[in-house]
């Protein structure tokens, strides 16, 4: 049999961490959650699969805008009108709620909405009957070991796990590997970590299909696995229609500042399929001088580039971080001159700016009153350029 095993697809959930997305790619951002499920439901059928395992939190939040739910319940629609059946449980962040949902589910669709271990067996077209365990969450925190409920392998043609949950102790359904082992199951779809896993050679995170920041840049998508008797395959399938990138260029080779521009453009790479969210890390910086390393801080270069990019690439990439790589780091700070460090810290004895800076602690009234004052303000200020000047 085949199956996609697909999770964390969390559909509502925003892009974060940029604060803002040019106006010719918004539209392409906005849309992207729905092209990843509407690519998933293309691959299933063109992958002739048997089942898709929906392996919880498919949405963002608990309470799921109506647009979501129709789209994924058209989703689901559409599979069980090419005989393939979708198999759903609901994680920590989709709790399942009697009356949540406005759309019924196919009827054909095998969905589980309690938070004990049920099973359900489903006979394929070619006679192969494939047995279901799972749960749903129905609360956002599950600290019983549900592993420990779920019942041994049975006398199906193949048992299948599927798991929303946390390795060792957590409020997630914890449980321990060896705990899944010993159902002797042919494969476990599960779900929780966003990043793709192996626990075993018959237990995989899929990985969401879709990173939602700059920490999901690797190990997302969703896997297309096979079996045939006791044998196993797994293929990983990249589903993503928005891609988030990491590079790191040097500047060994930039001899002036004016070539630097030109010379990111022509180094990042540009492919048309998806859209590129990239973050580029710069090494060997030191000879271009503290100038440079100014306009790189202030965010003057990364907005040039940005703007370069984005046409030279027709819309494919959008810069949105222009740092410095960790090793070097440690040049960098040589660079700073006293003069910058004084004009930096003089930006933020404006005491408007300064609050900017404290805003998301100042709305605990404890701190407000402290950060009110003159003085608490200079102390923060020469505890910094202190600081800085240790590096
Ligand atoms: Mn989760």
Redo the contacts with the bound molecule.
Sequence with gaps: MRLLHVA?LHLDRNFEGISEFPAVIQAEITTANQAVYENIITTAIAEKVDVVIFA??NFHQPQISLKMQRLFVEGLEKLVAHEIVPVVVF???DYFEVGKFWFNFPEKALVFTEETVKSATVTLANGETVCFSGFSYCKPKITERKALEFPLRQNTTYHIGIY?GEVGINH?APFQVAELQEKAYDYWAL??IHKGDALYERAYYSGTPQGHNRKETAGTGVLLVELAGGAIDVQHLEVATVVWQQQVISLEKCQRVQEVVDFLVQKIQVNDESLRLLELKLTDIAHLGADFLMKLQNQELLMLVQAQLLQESNQRVFLYRLVLAEESLQTSKLLIPQELLEQGIGNYRNQQIFQEVMQDLLIQPVFTQLFMQKEFQEQVLAATKERLSQL
Excluded: C, I, L, S
């Design positions: 964390d919880g939190d994680g920590n962040h929303h997630f779900g929780h």
